[in-house]
Antibody
Framework: QVQLVQSGSELKKPGASVKVSCKAS????????MNWVRQAPGQGLEWMGW????????TYAQGFTGRFVFSLDTSVSTAYLQISSLKAEDTAVYYC?????????WGQGTLVTVSS | DIQMTQSPSTLSASVGDRVTITCRAS??????LAWYQQKPGKAPKLLIY???SLESGVPSRFSGSGSGTEFTLTISSLQPDDFATYYC????????FGGGTKVEIK
């Protein structure tokens, strides 16, 4: 079954870091790019960037440079999003998404809450 | 970067109405367009991919059309379960999303 499964919700304090995982199954992980999408509370969907799953080269969208890092562990077909120096405004649901064919494939989302 | 302009942002309709949502791309994306339905607290649900292909399990009252820069999502007869927010997404070059259309009860 083709799917992306993300790690569970996180509650973090301001200034901390978080690492969200996205495990792919049912397709060749290294053949298709992995994207990350953010949805802040009550807001729309915002593309954060993508990582080349063959080379590991990341590309960050405007507004997602510096504190955001995309990485991979191809041995377990997993992509990661790490956010450092967390701020309250990072509170959002984070989705991974790929297109291993004609149609997009999404993870179920990971809620990251930043609160003191 | 490809921009996606979705309209309207809000739509008030009644059960049984025919509803149309439009998405315009800033440059040609061929047919690499998807439509999603999202309800509060839930992940987006894929309805249509490749502009007009119906995702498995999605009711046939949903349909998509268009190519190039102009696309539409049509709900032929609005049902109570269809009141939600809808997004278009291009996947021709990276990913870009429309701003969303909230379908409300009239």
């Amino acid at each position: 079954q083709v799917q992306l499964v993300q790690s569970g919700s996180e509650l973090k304090k301001p200034g901390a870091s978080v690492k969200v995982s996205c495990k792919a199954s049912g397709y060749t992980f290294t053949s298709y790019a992995m994207n990350w999408v953010r949805q802040a509370p009550g807001q729309g969907l915002e593309w954060m960037g993508w990582i080349n799953t063959n080379t590991g080269n990341p590309t960050y969208a405007q507004g997602f440079t510096g504190r955001f890092v995309f990485s991979l562990d191809t041995s377990v077909s997993t992509a990661y999003l790490q956010i450092s120096s967390l701020k309250a405004e990072d509170t959002a649901v984070y989705y991974c998404a790929s297109v291993p064919g004609w149609e997009p494939l999404w993870g179920q989302g990971t809620l990251v809450t930043v609160s003191s | 970067d490809i921009q996606m302009t979705q309209s309207p942002s809000t739509l008030s309709a009644s059960v049984g109405d025919r509803v149309t949502i439009t998405c315009r791309a800033s440059q040609s994306i061929s047919s690499w367009l998807a439509w999603y339905q999202q309800k509060p607290g839930k992940a987006p649900k894929l309805l249509i991919y490749k502009a007009s292909s119906l995702e498995s399990g999605v009711p046939s009252r949903f349909s998509g059309s268009g190519s190039g820069t102009e696309f539409t999502l049509t709900i032929s007869s609005l049902q109570p379960d269809d009141f939600a927010t809808y997004y278009c997404q291009q996947y021709n070059s990276y990913l870009t999303f429309g701003g969303g259309t909230k379908v409300e009860i009239k």
